[in-house]
T-cell receptor, first 112, second 112 residues
Framework: QQQVKQSPQSLIVQKGGISIINCAYE??????FPWYQQFPGKGPALLIA?????SEKKEGRFTISFNKSAKQFSLHIMDSQPGDSATYFC???????????FGKGTRLHILP | DGGITQSPKYLFRKEGQNVTLSCEQN?????MYWYRQDPGQGLRLIYY???????QKGDIAEGYSVSREKKESFPLTVTSAQKNPTAFYLC???????????FGEGSWLTVV
């Protein structure tokens, strides 16, 4: 119940295309859903985050779509660029004082 | 500049030796974490500490030890009991009043 299931494990997208990464969860107590971006040899960094009372959040080319009833959320990267090539982690937090739980990551490669 | 400093970046050790990875933060964050990252395994939590002089085991604590004597420091010792210590290790921290988890740049440990 504490898991966050992320798919696909790897993704290849043409430059200019839309990259979509999906995550699913079971625990309805999760109250915060961030996405992290990690470049090779670096630590992950917060990309965008959403709370369950909002169905969508957009920041530039990055959008989180949240479906509370289906317990799913996804990251959409519009107009994908080679510089977006990285590993992306979805995550969820079961409570303010609780540790964040990460998905297993998606390696995204944008073809030039 | 505020941030999390991990050292060393690269470390080679012989099998059977203990090794300590340093993590220092000047963000005044209360909680600190150690994660291990292996290809395709995502981020696995080793230990975390929410307050000085207190810490809890994560999902893969066996073969590791930590201390939290100061708020800004959370060193990780990889002991000889850890069967497969070669990995990328990430230190992270969160403020008591915020949601975002901040990561260091990571330390590569290779045991030969």
């Amino acid at each position: 119940q504490q898991q966050v299931k992320q798919s696909p494990q790897s993704l290849i997208v043409q430059k200019g295309g839309i990259s979509i990464i999906n995550c699913a969860y079971e625990n309805t107590a999760f109250d915060y859903f961030p996405w992290y971006q990690q470049f090779p040899g670096k630590g992950p960094a917060l990309l965008i985050a959403i709370r369950p009372d909002v169905s969508e959040k957009k920041e530039g080319r990055f959008t989180i779509s949240f479906n509370k009833s289906a317990k799913q959320f996804s990251l959409h990267i519009m107009d994908s660029q080679p510089g977006d090539s990285a590993t992306y982690f979805c995550a969820a937090r079961p409570g303010r004082d609780d540790k964040i739980i990460f998905g297993k990551g998606t390696r995204l490669h944008i073809l030039p | 500049d505020g941030g999390i400093t991990q050292s060393p970046k690269y470390l080679f050790r012989k099998e059977g030796q203990n090794v300590t990875l340093s993590c220092e933060q000047n963000l005044n964050h209360d909680a600190m974490y150690w994660y291990r990252q292996d290809p395709g395994q995502g981020l696995r939590l080793i230990y975390y500490s929410q307050i000085v002089n207190d810490f809890q085991k994560g999902d893969i604590a066996e073969g590791y030890s930590v201390s939290r004597e100061k708020k800004e420091s959370f060193p990780l010792t990889v002991t000889s009991a850890q069967k497969n210590p070669t990995a990328f290790y990430l230190c992270a921290s969160t403020p008591s009043s915020g949601n975002t988890i901040y990561f260091g740049e990571g330390s590569w440990l290779t045991v030969v």
